[in-house]
């Protein structure tokens, strides 16, 4: 299977704190982009880095990628319990526009 | 951003029957795509929608039993045929433009429960 692994699988946090979710994919990319999904609802776009990107920001978001480890990370600052949620990476492989999903993390921010 | 909705939201169906799942985008677009989300699962893709020819199948996945329609550039539809418990999931249509930097939206997605 192609699909990408996240870790942790699950993460329980306090509100306040930060939450950091790793990625890994298999092959080359275009671009990596994360989503968010709220139990079991439609997924909703966070942000889309380029495979010659390193680091790009987006409000309380900070997702890094790493080619030569084929890696990605999504860092939440300041954590809400808003943000209780599944995340999920997703690659966009070299010469293909479908995307493959990682295997999701299940965020829980306790209030 | 593209705004994607899908009918039906929800459905509960009987074994051995067919829905038929619809997927409208507010603008024209090159690229659809349907994914399918088991229970407590990532999201694997089922097919790309081509407009005006037959839709790309993935492994495991085969037009009988996942027909597909893509009449125009803001219209898909993905029939999940001769039902079984196992196809229980949440369907999902995306869509992206013509550039591999392009962000990919998707729908709200069709929760189905096969009985």
């Known amino acids: 299977s192609q699909q990408g692994e996240e870790d942790p699988q699950a993460l329980s946090i306090q509100e306040g704190e930060n939450a950091t979710m790793n990625c890994s994919y298999k092959t080359s990319i275009n671009n990596l982009q994360w989503y968010r999904q709220n139990s079991g609802r439609g997924l909703v776009h966070l942000i889309l880095?380029?495979?010659?990107?390193r680091e790009k920001h987006s409000g309380r978001l900070r997702v890094t990628l790493d080619t030569s480890k084929k890696s990605s990370s999504l860092l939440i600052t300041a954590s809400r319990a808003a943000d209780t949620a599944s995340y999920f990476c997703?690659?966009?492989?070299?010469?293909?526009?479908?995307?493959?999903f990682g295997s999701g993390t299940r965020l829980q921010v306790q209030p | 951003s593209a705004v994607i909705s899908q009918k039906p939201s929800r459905d509960i169906c009987q074994r051995g029957t067919s829905l038929t799942i619809q997927c409208q985008v507010d603008s024209q677009v090159t690229m659809m795509f349907w994914y399918r989300q088991q229970p407590g699962q990532s999201l694997t893709l089922i097919a790309t929608?081509?407009?005006?020819?037959?839709?790309?199948?993935e492994s495991g996945f085969v037009i009988d039993k996942f027909p597909i329609s893509r009449p125009n550039l803001t219209f898909s539809t993905l029939t999940v045929s001769n039902m079984s418990p196992e196809d229980s999931s949440i369907y999902l249509c995306?869509?992206?433009?013509?550039?591999?930097?392009?962000?990919?939206?998707f729908g709200p997605g069709t929760r189905l429960t096969v009985l």
């Open positions: 880095i380029r495979s010659n990107e």
């Open positions: 929608a081509n407009q005006g020819s037959e839709a790309t199948y």
């Open positions: 995306s869509v992206a433009g013509t550039s591999t930097t392009d962000t990919q939206y």
């Open positions: 997703a690659s966009s492989y070299t010469g293909r526009r479908a995307l493959t």
